[in-house]
């Protein structure tokens, strides 16, 4: 009887705990998909991490004559025919059909992952179809967005794009966030901010110039970062098929966990690519030894009026071959305590 008595509560505590973390994970789910959790398709764990295992195409990064770096051309339901990520059939140029409205989309990874739907609520295809002006038209979207793509790489993709002749209705281009953040990231390296991310780069160039023969810490770092992405996409599929309020609640406690571990390890990761012995031959074989003209002072503004030219060409551009252009200014991922003024609120988004 005293052993009930001590050990009831505990148990009973534990019992509410258990339902109460069930009732918040439940209502998680709805409020992010609006679908309840018991209703929804499971994919067996075992399934989720043969998915994840099964030997096939892989997308890998890899220089780009224009683009500055890109994936594999045309890997089946995964890359379009210029290598980015794209489920897309139709081969660039290609000449749309009479009811088409063709939309290309650039930028970064936020604008890829709007190209390719996202999981939950409305599609930007579904968004598109629901604008009276395009009422009863077929929307193809053909992404030329990349991770962690910024200006100028989608001004040349544009270029690239109207070179070949491809008919466009809309040239939708977010971005504003990475030509800061990775202008400012190549500055630091002693990289031209005008360049690609400098970690892709070099990473990329690594693969012609090996790295220092003291890499321990480099290779067990790139272990570390394919261990954390890998288990941030096989959690992400597990959110995704949670049947429970408490799987949907560990589900999204170990992505975060491993999204955290990734975004640690990348910075380390990146710096001991940057910093390596052989980094000053890749930026001379890849050509990023160019004499930086910018300062320390002025990085900011510079980049800032460099972002600006881009889009005003990329207006011009595809105005001249009379598609529309839309400039969607994404907001920064870091989650900058910034107040907008009514001004900067006012500021138009499209051109």
């Known amino acids: 009887m005293k052993f009930r008595k001590t050990i009831g509560p505990w148990i009973i505590s534990a019992a509410l705990c258990l339902v109460a973390v069930e009732m918040l994970g439940a209502a998680m789910f709805y409020r992010n998909t609006r679908s309840i959790v018991y209703f929804n398709q499971q994919k067996a764990a075992a ?36 290598g980015f990520l794209d489920p897309q059939e139709r081969q660039v140029p290609f000449k749309p059909e009479p009811n088409d409205f063709i939309v290309f989309i650039f930028g970064g990874s936020i604008a890829a ?10 599609s930007l295809q579904q ?16 992404n030329m967005a990349q991770g962690p793509a910024k200006q100028p790489q989608q001004l040349m993709e544009l270029a690239y794009l109207i070179a070949v002749g491809q008919h466009i209705d809309l040239v939708l281009n977010l971005d504003g ?26 990473a990329i160039g690594n693969e012609f110039t090996p790295i220092d023969d003291a890499s321990d810490d480099y290779y067990e770092l790139a272990y570390g970062v394919t261990h954390a992405r890998t288990e941030s996409r096989r ?3 597990l959110i995704d098929h949670s049947t429970s309020g408490i799987a949907y609640v560990k589900n999204r406690f170990f992505k975060a966990i491993y999204d955290r571990s990734l975004e640690r390890k990348l910075g380390a990761y990146n710096k001991t690519i940057a910093n390596a012995t052989g ?3 890749v930026r001379k074989r890849l050509g990023l030894d160019m004499p930086i003209k ?41 989650h900058s305590k910034k107040v907008f003024t009514e001004s900067e609120k006012a500021s138009p988004q499209g051109k």
């Open 127 to 142: 968004a598109l179809q629901r604008l009276p002006q395009l009422a009863g038209k077929n929307i193809v979207l053909y």
């Open 235 to 237: 959690y992400s599929l």
């Open 279 to 281: 980094g000053q031959g």
């Open 177 to 202: 966030t990475l030509e800061f953040v990775s202008g400012i990231s190549n500055f630091e390296f002693g990289i031209d901010p005008i360049f690609p991310p400098i970690p892709i780069m070099l």
């Open 113 to 122: 992952r709007l190209a390719n739907n996202s999981t939950h609520g409305t």
């Open 47 to 82: 399934e989720i991490t043969a998915s994840e295992t099964t030997a096939g195409p892989v997308f890998k990064r890899r220089l780009h004559p224009y683009f500055g770096y890109t994936g594999p051309y045309s890997i089946p339901t995964y890359t379009n025919n210029l």
């Open 294 to 334: 910018t300062s320390k002072e002025k990085i900011v503004e510079d980049i800032f009026d460099m972002w600006l030219r881009c889009s005003d060409v990329m207006k011009v551009m595809a105005n001249s071959t009379g598609a529309a252009y839309l400039n969607i200014v994404h907001p920064n991922l870091y």
